[in-house]
């Protein structure tokens, strides 16, 4: 049975199991149509584990990505990860949204929830993009803004494998618009990536404002300016945030689910929780 259910603000399309077949047996066709709609898709009683993530989700990937941040469940499913460490709230951001490497979906099969808090959070960027004043958005067309990050060996290792040599790190990072790195004399990379903040979605072309702004900009590891090094006002930030915590859309986990979301229309986060027992797991892929 499949059903629409409002979620907060954003609407969330529910594929619910009454059947209780393998989520494998869903047809591919008419679920890759609903998520081109909907953008994101939770999938409800089908009592999905991790192995079965990876496997639903390899029928609409063409490869996976692996987190430089993550812990990976098992070595013979590398690319699954559990979400990211510590229990605090996690900002709005579309996933890898800071590099050139933005993965096309992002999945999430929770194997335990919270007792209490811990509920993703999901924006849709076309609408946080429609309700930005006009005054931003013509900010936000005219200024592109600029990540800039430092990538220790494991990390890059991690994401080009473990046989990975700088010459390796060149060729991946070579010739990238908006892209300018350096080699360190630790073989850690400098990168600075300048992009625009408002992303044309997979599907639609519709603008949305899914990037990192909002997380970098309160990461104290990250640096986020406009491209020209100037600062971004406090004041758009305070009136982004406004915008985002009107439409904010919720996923109470229940054991079991899936969530499939389209990265270059939807930004996600976290509220925060204290049940240490709280196992998420996540996946990043680019499609077919």
Known sequence: MMRTELAVISTANIIENENYQSILQLPVKNTLELFQSFGILLFR???????????????????????KDRPIIDSSNKFVTLVDPGMHYVS????NANSPFRPDLVWFCCAVPA????????????????????????????????????F?????KRFLGTGATIADVKRTLNNIEGLN??????????????????VKTKYGNHNAFANSLIAEYKNPRGTVTFEDGSPIPVIVINQINEVINRLTGVIPWQTGDLVMIDNSRFLHGRRSFADTRRRIFALLSYLK
């Open 45 to 67: 009683g089908f009592k999905v584990n991790h192995t079965e993530m990876k496997d639903f989700a390899q029928q609409f990937s063409s490869r996976f990505v692996l987190d």
């Open 92 to 95: 709005p951001h579309s996933e």
């Open 115 to 150: 007792s209490q808090g811990g509920e993703t959070l999901f924006w849709d960027g076309v609408q946080v993009w429609q309700n930005l004043s006009e005054e931003l958005r013509q900010l936000f067309i005219s200024r592109k803004i600029r990540f800039l990050q430092k």
């Open 152 to 156: 220790p060996v494991t990390d890059w």
């Open 181 to 198: 790195y350096q080699i360190n004399s630790d073989q850690s990379v400098s990168i600075e990536y300048c992009c625009s903040a408002v």
